[in-house]
């Protein structure tokens, strides 16, 4: 089921792109349902990234799940929702728009060196490099087929990674809301 009113945003990008600081401000400032997708691994994907260990594709398919069926929920519920959700690679974005119309993606765009940087400048963050490589060489850069992809440039501040969120979601709303 499609709903023309309601919409959900999936913040996409590797760690350290920024998805939740832009995330949570972007709820708050449209008062929109949030759900930060880590939330939603089951118990053993949780041990096993406690434990050092990286996800597979086949750890992963039940936490897609649950985020297919929580942006359905969302959508019933919210004008707006955006869920984070680093969404990596083609066939994850794929599960996640199965059965929800109105889901799209704002990919958090930048290169390693931006993104090396701003997590090593993290006080109290403990950054190995080789996390970031592994993202990156996980990464499928979305194609010009995934038309409900917009990108933005992280490569600017924190504010202005915002506001071009918040304009991009903002040209979906109807002009009441956006007030």
Same mark, same amino acid.
């Given at each position: 089921?499609?709903?023309?009113?309601?919409?959900? !945003?999936?913040? /996409?990008?590797?760690?350290?792109? *920024?998805?939740?600081?832009?995330?949570?401000?972007?709820?708050?400032?449209?008062?929109? &349902?949030?759900?930060?997708? @880590?939330?939603?691994?089951?118990?053993?994907?949780?041990?096993?990234?406690? @434990?050092?260990?990286?996800?597979? @594709?086949?750890?992963?398919?039940?936490?897609?799940?649950?985020?297919?069926?929580?942006? #359905?929920?969302?959508?019933?519920?919210?004008?707006?929702?955006?869920?984070?959700?680093?969404?990596?690679?083609?066939? !994850?974005?794929?599960?996640?728009?199965?059965?929800?119309?109105?889901?799209?993606?704002? !990919?958090?765009?930048?290169?390693?060196?931006?993104?090396?940087?701003?997590?090593?400048?993290?006080?109290?963050? #403990?950054?190995?490099?080789? /996390?970031?490589?592994?993202?990156?060489?996980?990464?499928?850069?979305? &194609?010009?087929?995934?038309?409900?992809?917009?990108?933005?440039?992280?490569?600017?501040?924190?504010? *202005?990674?915002?506001?071009?969120?918040?304009?991009?979601?903002?040209?979906?709303?109807?002009?009441?809301?956006?007030?």
């Amino acid at each position: 089921m499609t709903n023309n009113q309601n919409r959900i !945003y999936v913040i /996409m990008g590797v760690s350290g792109s *920024g998805k939740s600081a832009v995330a949570g401000a972007v709820a708050r400032q449209l008062s929109a &349902g949030f759900l930060d997708g @880590d939330f939603l691994h089951p118990r053993s994907n949780i041990m096993k990234m406690a @434990d050092g260990v990286a996800l597979n @594709d086949d750890d992963r398919a039940p936490w897609l799940a649950a985020l297919n069926d929580a942006a #359905f929920a969302m959508q019933r519920t919210n004008n707006v929702s955006i869920i984070v959700c680093s969404a990596l690679k083609k066939h !994850y974005r794929d599960r996640l728009r199965a059965g929800n119309g109105n889901l799209s993606f704002i !990919y958090l765009h930048g290169d390693l060196p931006v993104i090396e940087a701003r997590l090593s400048a993290r006080k109290g963050h #403990f950054f190995k490099p080789q /996390m970031l490589v592994s993202q990156f060489d996980a990464l499928e850069q979305p &194609g010009i087929d995934e038309s409900d992809v917009m990108a933005v440039d992280i490569n600017q501040p924190l504010e *202005g990674v915002i506001a071009d969120t918040l304009q991009h979601i903002q040209s979906f709303m109807p002009q009441e809301d956006c007030a």
